[in-house]
């Protein structure tokens, strides 16, 4: 790389430790220009800054992009203009606090906004409602400027105690709060406290080095209101500091929004975008192709032929960490014995279900949590692949050199059914027999606690898991010794502790050696199979441009266009 | 007449009140509860438990149903608003689909049937029975499903969903419909046409029928006075049982087409748990359910005064 010295130091000079050492890690070649992007961006460094970084570096910008699109030629962007969007109906009332699906966080981000956005098309963290954040020594405190001159839709002015508020409410304890399964052991409502009207700290309960995604636009639910709102009346409003704010709102029907005059940023370029709900994804499909709708804001690649393998559609797909975990219980013979557990790992052709489940719309994954998705994976395991034989050697090793049968639990959804029946077909080659018991989802999760629920308690399950900006969930909950999902009852001190020295960390090069530690642990022990990843997919006709979908079904209008 | 009316009137009442404490047992023993159907399977419970709590779903099942009794159609527990305004909306458009299926179907099912009775044994009369029955067995989403792809998709001469945008015109919102009722019109045909050919093939072989022949009558004019006023009474009985059918049953044709009717609205009460708009669904669809079958049993008193006489007695 071609540096230049004079300006790096000009540029490092006012930075932190932490920033200064993330430029170490970038000039001596331990990061790539990717992940130096990202992290910095975690930590708080502005993308110009990150910009100037890269180039004194003699890298090129940030323009980095995880989408690819599928497309003719775009169409120039053009002001005016309804666009007609097929989105997934609300299951629930559009309460900021309670929201949990696809189609109703989709209506939070239309006029509400975050303090960071995750975007999915830079692959990093970019200010949004705060200018910048920064963590103490050990990121056990963070401190968030506020981005100054915003209102809300009301004319209402921004400030700390709106934020601080926000906060209190979703990690309240006593609230029926649907953030609480982010923030359950890393925030309570005392330790969100305004420093001044601009200036926000956090007090966590423990380090976190990630914790800048918890207050950003992963965490759906966490939209800024103003003091004093109550949420359960917010979608008669639904009040933001948003580009748009509503129009009109009918349950299960649809939602019209219009330019918010007031918006701190760039003015949005249509004069009004209008959402259709469906309760089913044909029906979604079919209205693009009949031009009913001109964007479909998110589906998956069952049933959707028709577009996906169509010149005529802009398709954009998003690297993401939505994945399928199948569980086994450690607990339960013969899955006590991890050697079974490899056994069954070892038989699945994961490329093969890339292509045929997903339509060749994902990557296979290596039976832990971390992936393409995360910059802090270890990229240097080896990718485990099928190999009938080892199973087989593994099982009679094991005491079980004619396989075993086994029942495997799972619910009705999207293409899990199909994934588990591959599961088993797979299976069968190395002599395990697996019969498949598929639920409806009430029944599948039931209460969602142990010794309530099929998901938790079967001796194998089979579940899905949405995305996220960092694998932090997927490591706690469903794997350590006191995480709520636990359901194959994975007992291990030595993950547990790796665990809590990988979410500690805010170093890129020390997450990504504890990382791959955790890999190496999860690969020996099997206690769970992740087969691959999904990529996100948004839909539109070639005349529309500048949407800003999220892998969480998040679509962002701000910089939409629909040309004639 | 109105001593009849006023008795089933009262049975309808009595019967909808067992209506409402049989579907609230039932939602009972659903599996899931509000709480989590709400905040989904990966919220923590500790948010459950406080939701379950505000939704006053933990109280005693007595003390929930006369709660909801007492304030109906009350609090919805998914959407936390009135439940009036969304079923109203819901009913209001079902009744329209179903009002614009029948306005097409009866007319068309009974031509069909007085036809074919009146050339027994002709390739008429088997053309419309066996193309009539064919036709029942066809699911409405199969032939919904080949009609939004050929006419919406391919050929897009209709639009995809039966969603009219919002201040549509009457007609535009007609237009919109025009898919929708197709797969409803090719199911219900059959049924109709076949009752009222059995109807009609019945009435012309009765012995006021022969006498009024006999009398010099023109058969045009026998069928019309005599015949066809009788063969229609077991239509009618088919046409009100249909309806339950067609305000709450059409869920698969609601997805499909886009359209929130009180179908769709019941099924997702169901699946979510919300107990006070399930309970609102069901009673409103037996509510019309008994009103149709009311009005059809006066209409059948009315043509046949046999029966008014019977009840008078």
């Given at each position: 790389?071609t540096?230049?010295?004079?300006?790096?130091?000009?540029?490092r000079?006012?930075?932190?430790?932490?920033?200064?050492?993330?430029?170490?890690?970038?000039?001596?070649g331990?990061?790539?220009?990717?992940?130096?992007?990202?992290?910095?961006?975690?930590i708080?460094?502005?993308?110009p800054?990150?910009?100037?970084?890269?180039a004194?570096?003699?890298?090129?910008?940030?323009?980095?992009?995880?989408?690819?699109?599928?497309t003719?030629?775009?169409?120039?962007?053009?002001?005016g203009g309804?666009?007609?969007?097929a989105?997934?109906?609300?299951?629930a009332?559009?309460n900021?606090?309670?929201?949990?699906d696809?189609?109703?966080?989709c209506?939070l981000?239309?006029?509400?906004?975050?303090?960071?956005?995750?975007s999915?098309?830079?692959?990093?963290?970019?200010?949004?409602?705060?200018?910048?954040w920064?963590?103490?020594?050990?990121a056990s405190?963070?401190?968030?400027?506020l981005?100054?001159?915003?209102?809300?839709?009301?004319?209402?002015?921004?400030?700390?105690?709106?934020?601080?508020?926000?906060?209190?409410e979703?990690?309240?304890?006593?609230n029926?709060?649907?953030a609480?399964?982010?923030?359950?052991g890393?925030?309570?409502?005392?330790?969100?406290?305004?420093?001044?009207?601009?200036?926000?700290?956090?007090?966590?309960q423990?380090?976190?080095?990630?914790?800048p995604?918890?207050?950003?636009?992963?965490?759906?639910?966490?939209?800024?209101v103003p003091?004093?709102?109550?949420?359960?009346k917010?979608?008669?409003?639904?009040i933001g500091t948003?580009?748009?704010?509503l129009?009109?709102?009918?349950?299960?029907?649809?939602?019209?929004?219009v330019?918010?005059?007031?918006y701190?940023?760039?003015?949005?370029?249509?004069?009004?975008?209008s959402?259709?709900?469906?309760?089913?994804?044909?029906p979604?499909i079919?209205?693009?192709?009949?031009g009913s709708?001109?964007?479909?804001?998110?589906?998956?690649?069952?049933?959707?032929?028709?577009?996906?393998n169509?010149?005529s559609?802009?398709?954009?797909?998003l690297?993401?960490?939505?994945?399928?975990e199948?569980?086994?219980?450690?607990?339960?013979?013969?899955?006590?014995?991890?050697r079974?557990?490899?056994?069954?790992?070892?038989?699945?052709?994961?490329?093969a279900?890339?292509a045929g489940?997903?339509?060749?719309?994902?990557?296979?994954?290596?039976?832990?949590p971390?992936?393409?998705?995360f910059?802090?994976t270890d990229t240097?395991?080896?990718?485990?692949?099928?190999?009938?034989?080892?199973?087989?050697?593994?099982?009679?090793?094991?005491?079980?050199p004619?396989?075993?049968?086994v029942?495997?639990?799972?619910?009705q959804?999207?293409?899990?059914?199909?994934l588990a029946?591959?599961?088993?077909q797979?299976?069968?080659?190395?002599?395990?027999?697996?019969?498949?018991n598929?639920?409806?989802?009430t029944?599948?999760?039931?209460?969602s606690?142990?010794?309530?629920?099929?998901?938790l308690?079967?001796?194998?399950?089979?579940?899905?898991?949405?995305?996220?900006?960092?694998?932090?969930?997927?490591?706690?909950?469903?794997?350590?010794?006191t995480?709520?999902?636990?359901?194959?009852?994975?007992?291990?001190?030595?993950?547990?502790a790796?665990?809590?020295q990988?979410?500690?960390?805010?170093?890129?090069?020390?997450?990504?050696?504890?990382?791959?530690?955790?890999?190496?642990l999860?690969?020996q022990?099997?206690?769970i199979?992740?087969?691959?990843w999904?990529?996100?997919?948004?839909?539109?006709?070639?005349?529309v441009?500048?949407?800003?979908?999220?892998?969480?079904a998040?679509?962002y209008?701000?910089?939409a266009y629909?040309?004639a | 007449?109105?001593?009849?009316?006023?008795?089933?009137?009262?049975l309808?009442l009595?019967?909808?009140?067992?209506?409402?404490v049989?579907v609230?047992l039932?939602?009972q023993?659903?599996?899931?509860d509000?709480g989590?159907?709400i905040?989904?399977?990966?919220?923590?419970?500790?948010?459950?438990t406080?939701?379950?709590?505000?939704?006053?779903?933990?109280?005693?099942?007595i003390q929930?149903y006369?709660?909801w009794?007492?304030?109906?159609?009350?609090?919805s527990?998914?959407?936390?608003?009135?439940?009036?305004?969304i079923?109203?909306?819901?009913?209001?458009?079902?009744?329209?689909?179903?009002?614009?299926?029948?306005?097409?179907?009866?007319p068309?099912?009974?031509?069909?049937?007085?036809?074919?009775?009146l050339n027994?044994?002709?390739p008429?009369?088997?053309?419309?029975?066996?193309?009539?029955?064919?036709?029942?067995?066809?699911?409405?989403?199969?032939?919904?499903?080949i009609?939004?792809?050929?006419?919406?998709?391919?050929?897009?001469?209709?639009?995809?969903?039966?969603t009219?945008?919002?201040?549509?015109?009457?007609?535009?919102?007609?237009?919109?419909?025009?898919?929708?009722?197709?797969?409803?019109v090719i199911?219900?045909?059959?049924?109709?046409?076949?009752m009222?050919?059995?109807?009609?093939?019945?009435?012309?072989?009765?012995?006021?029928?022969r006498t009024?022949?006999?009398?010099?009558?023109?058969?045009?004019v026998?069928?019309?006075?005599?015949?066809l006023?009788?063969?229609?009474?077991?239509?009618?009985?088919?046409?009100?049982?249909?309806?339950g059918?067609l305000?709450?049953?059409?869920?698969?044709?609601?997805t499909?087409?886009?359209?929130?009717?009180i179908?769709?609205l019941?099924?997702?009460?169901?699946?979510?748990?919300?107990f006070?708009?399930?309970e609102?669904?069901v009673l409103t669809?037996?509510?019309v359910y008994?009103v149709?079958?009311?009005?059809?049993?006066?209409?059948?008193?009315?043509?046949?005064p046999?029966?008014?006489?019977?009840a008078?007695?």
């Amino acid at each position: 790389m071609t540096r230049s010295n004079s300006e790096l130091d000009r540029l490092r000079s006012g930075r932190s430790e932490l920033e200064n050492h993330y430029i170490d890690e970038l000039v001596n070649g331990n990061v790539s220009r990717r992940d130096f992007i990202r992290k910095g961006s975690t930590i708080g460094m502005s993308v110009p800054l990150l910009g100037a970084i890269l180039a004194a570096c003699g890298a090129s910008s940030p323009a980095t992009s995880s989408s690819s699109s599928k497309t003719t030629a775009a169409a120039p962007a053009t002001k005016g203009g309804t666009l007609r969007i097929a989105s997934t109906a609300p299951a629930a009332a559009v309460n900021p606090l309670t929201v949990s699906d696809a189609g109703g966080l989709c209506m939070l981000n239309q006029t509400g906004e975050f303090l960071i956005f995750d975007s999915n098309l830079k692959l990093a963290l970019e200010p949004m409602l705060a200018l910048s954040w920064s963590p103490n020594a050990d990121a056990s405190v963070w401190t968030f400027k506020l981005r100054p001159g915003v209102t809300f839709s009301n004319g209402q002015a921004m400030t700390s105690a709106d934020v601080v508020y926000t906060f209190q409410e979703l990690s309240n304890p006593s609230n029926a709060s649907n953030a609480l399964s982010t923030f359950t052991g890393v925030l309570v409502p005392s330790g969100v406290k305004a420093i001044d009207p601009m200036t926000v700290q956090f007090t966590l309960q423990a380090p976190n080095g990630n914790f800048p995604y918890l207050v950003s636009s992963d965490n759906y639910n966490a939209i800024i209101v103003p003091k004093g709102t109550d949420f359960s009346k917010w979608q008669s409003t639904f009040i933001g500091t948003g580009a748009f704010k509503l129009s009109s709102y009918t349950q299960n029907v649809g939602a019209m929004f219009v330019p918010n005059p007031s918006y701190w940023g760039t003015k949005a370029l249509l004069s009004q975008t209008s959402f259709q709900f469906f309760t089913s994804q044909t029906p979604m499909i079919t209205a693009l192709q009949g031009g009913s709708v001109d964007v479909v804001a998110q589906f998956v690649p069952a049933g959707a032929s028709g577009i996906l393998n169509n010149a005529s559609y802009k398709i954009i797909k998003l690297q993401s960490a939505n994945h399928r975990e199948l569980s086994m219980r450690n607990d339960i013979a013969p899955f006590t014995d991890a050697r079974v557990r490899q056994a069954v790992a070892y038989t699945l052709n994961r490329p093969a279900m890339v292509a045929g489940l997903l339509d060749g719309d994902g990557s296979v994954a290596n039976d832990y949590p971390f992936g393409p998705r995360f910059p802090s994976t270890d990229t240097t395991v080896p990718q485990r692949t099928q190999n009938i034989a080892m199973a087989k050697q593994l099982l009679a090793a094991a005491g079980h050199p004619n396989g075993f049968s086994v029942k495997l639990d799972t619910e009705q959804y999207e293409e899990v059914p199909q994934l588990a029946t591959v599961i088993a077909q797979d299976a069968k080659a190395a002599g395990i027999d697996i019969a498949l018991n598929v639920e409806s989802q009430t029944l599948y999760y039931g209460k969602s606690t142990y010794g309530n629920s099929d998901w938790l308690d079967g001796t194998m399950s089979l579940v899905d898991y949405g995305d996220r900006g960092v694998p932090n969930v997927f490591l706690e909950a469903p794997l350590t010794s006191t995480g709520p999902w636990n359901a194959a009852r994975f007992h291990n001190p030595t993950y547990d502790a790796l665990v809590k020295q990988y979410v500690a960390a805010t170093d890129l090069s020390a997450q990504r050696a504890v990382a791959g530690k955790i890999e190496r642990l999860l690969l020996q022990e099997t206690p769970i199979i992740i087969p691959y990843w999904i990529d996100g997919l948004t839909a539109s006709t070639p005349n529309v441009g500048g949407l800003n979908p999220t892998s969480i079904a998040q679509l962002y209008l701000n910089t939409a266009y629909k040309s004639a | 007449m109105l001593t009849f009316i006023l008795k089933r009137i009262g049975l309808a009442l009595i019967t909808l009140w067992l209506l409402s404490v049989i579907v609230f047992l039932l939602g009972q023993i659903l599996p899931g509860d509000p709480g989590r159907a709400i905040l989904g399977p990966l919220s923590a419970q500790s948010a459950v438990t406080a939701l379950d709590h505000q939704l006053g779903v933990d109280k005693p099942v007595i003390q929930q149903y006369w709660d909801w009794i007492t304030n109906f159609p009350g609090k919805s527990y998914t959407y936390q608003t009135a439940i009036g305004p969304i079923l109203t909306a819901a009913l209001g458009r079902s009744l329209k689909l179903a009002i614009f299926a029948f306005i097409i179907v009866v007319p068309l099912g009974i031509f069909a049937g007085v036809v074919a009775a009146l050339n027994v044994g002709n390739p008429i009369d088997k053309i419309i029975s066996v193309g009539g029955g064919s036709s029942t067995v066809i699911p409405e989403f199969v032939s919904g499903i080949i009609l939004l792809v050929v006419f919406g998709v391919a050929l897009k001469w209709l639009p995809t969903t039966a969603t009219a945008p919002p201040g549509s015109s009457f007609l535009t919102s007609l237009k919109y419909l025009i898919m929708p009722v197709i797969p409803l019109v090719i199911v219900l045909f059959g049924y109709i046409a076949r009752m009222a050919r059995t109807g009609t093939v019945e009435a012309l072989d009765s012995d006021y029928a022969r006498t009024a022949t006999l009398k010099g009558l023109p058969r045009r004019v026998m069928i019309r006075r005599h015949v066809l006023r009788n063969s229609l009474l077991p239509t009618i009985t088919v046409v009100a049982t249909q309806t339950g059918y067609l305000i709450g049953g059409l869920v698969v044709v609601e997805t499909i087409f886009r359209y929130q009717g009180i179908g769709q609205l019941t099924y997702q009460a169901a699946q979510q748990k919300d107990f006070p708009m399930l309970e609102a669904c069901v009673l409103t669809i037996g509510l019309v359910y008994m009103v149709v079958t009311i009005g059809a049993d006066v209409l059948f008193s009315l043509l046949n005064p046999r029966i008014r006489l019977r009840a008078a007695e």
